[in-house]
């Protein structure tokens, strides 16, 4: 019995450590069923997909409930769990019902009812060597897949090979649609790595490199990894040239900076800054109209946003309480955008809030808010310098998804924030010295 539960424990850790690793892949099979077309055009959004990743969420989440992980909460807690369960069924529901398009809202229920398995899964183990189970596995991959994106760069387009298995995509300079950055004149390839987008990536990156730096190395080899982490990051970073991203990391480290220097916790005025883009997040389609009509034709990706907004406070008002359905913002844009039809703007709009708002209403805003202020509870209760980082990853992934929805479209970017959550709700870091 006690040799089974032994290799059951190094299986869980093998699994995860090759999760943490693979996060940045998005290897996939996609299925094409009639409902994830528009216009005849295959839309990726509404493809249900199965990921690299899933296998490996599946077989984690296996592995708990053959060991009993799940099984560890206070039994006087389950009447107050069940009834909460139930209502929250009940809301699913609803929301499935009157959605436009119910299968593509049933399979991003059933996606977020992973990621919420996966950060609960994370929250229960006993980590207490963080830097074997998460600190060395993620410094490797920030390395590997940052190569990918530096050669991407330097060649002008993909590199194909056994890449392929790590899901990579197939592009190059000419490919229309794909990311340029023109320098001197000449057009170069942003970084992509394996990633959608180099914002996407962008954003994963800053997260993912603050994370892997919270707790110290023991070993001189693991100092200089964390070197070699720090530097072709930053490099991935700067050549994916995300402007938004570049804009909010300069903002967190001058607010960590002034603030120091005004001795005031960061994590408090983290609150602030998220409910400042939250209420900007909200105001945001009823400016947007007036915003356009300010607007030159040369700037593209603002006015996408922009068109995005105003849609979405259109698509609001037919569902405000339970939402319009999950996923389901691409599937009714046609209905409410007098734009030459055509594929780019077939997207979320490019703002959490607003896209969550539309998608789950009132009520998956509230629940959402509700999950948020846990969060940040839960750091001012347990004041440690990884609390302080927690709460710059927050503020980084609220005010970049106000202007970009990869925080809750894309496979990366939503994995790695369960992995946040997960350990955030994990007690392991609440008396580490940092």
């Not at 592995?63 to 039994?75: D, I, P, R, V």
């Not at 570049?246 to 120091?260: A, P």
């Amino acid at each position: 019995m006690f040799r089974a539960k032994k290799k059951l424990a190094i299986f869980q850790k093998i699994i995860f450590q090759a999760l943490i690793f693979l996060l940045p892949s998005q290897l996939a099979y996609h299925f094409w069923p009639d409902w994830s077309f528009i216009f005849g055009i295959r839309i990726d959004y509404l493809s249900p997909t199965i990921y690299l990743t899933d296998i490996l969420v599946f077989l984690l989440l296996l592995s708990g409930f053959t060991n009993g992980l799940y099984l560890k909460e206070k039994k006087n807690n389950a009447g107050h769990f069940f009834l909460k369960g139930f209502f929250f069924l009940v809301y699913i529901l609803l929301n499935l019902v009157f959605s436009q398009n119910p299968y593509v809202a049933a399979f991003k229920w059933l996606k977020l009812f992973e990621l919420g398995l996966l950060g609960y899964f994370i929250s229960r183990l006993p980590l207490k060597n963080f830097e074997d189970w998460v600190t060395r596995p993620l410094c490797y991959s920030l390395i590997f897949f940052s190569l990918i994106g530096i050669a991407q760069f330097i060649s002008g387009k993909t590199l194909g090979g056994i890449l392929y298995l790590f899901g990579e995509r197939r592009f190059n300079l000419l490919t229309p649609g794909i990311a340029l950055k023109e320098i001197f004149g000449k057009d170069f390839l942003r970084a992509y790595s394996t990633f959608p987008h180099p914002n996407s990536l962008a954003g994963y990156y800053f997260v993912a490199l603050l994370l892997a730096l919270s707790f110290g190395f023991k070993k001189i080899f693991h100092h200089k990894l964390k070197i070699m982490t720090i530097l072709f990051s930053f490099t991935s970073l700067i050549l994916s040239f995300s402007t938004s991203s570049f804009l909010v990391i300069v903002f967190i480290f001058l607010s960590v900076y002034l603030l120091k220097k005004l001795n005031i916790n960061f994590v408090k005025m983290a609150k602030i800054f998220i409910f400042s883009a939250i209420v900007f997040s909200l105001i945001l389609p009823f400016i947007s109209k007036k915003a356009l009509g300010l607007m030159g034709t040369n700037r593209e990706s603002i006015i996408n946003r922009l068109v995005l907004a105003e849609a979405s406070g259109r698509i609001l008002v037919k569902s405000p309480t339970i939402g319009v359905g999950l996923n389901n913002f691409i599937v009714l844009l046609p209905y409410y955008v007098s734009y030459p039809r055509v594929s780019w703007w077939l997207q979320p709009v490019h703002n959490i809030f607003l896209l969550l708002f539309c998608e789950t209403g009132v009520i998956g805003l509230f629940m959402f808010l509700n999950i948020l202020s846990k969060f940040f509870s839960k750091l001012e209760k347990h004041k440690t310098v990884f609390s302080e980082i927690l709460a710059m990853i927050f503020v980084f992934t609220i005010l970049t998804g106000t202007v970009d929805h990869y925080w809750f479209t894309l496979q990366q970017n939503l994995l790695l924030l369960s992995l946040i959550f997960g350990l955030t709700f994990n007690n392991f870091w609440c008396k580490v010295k940092v």
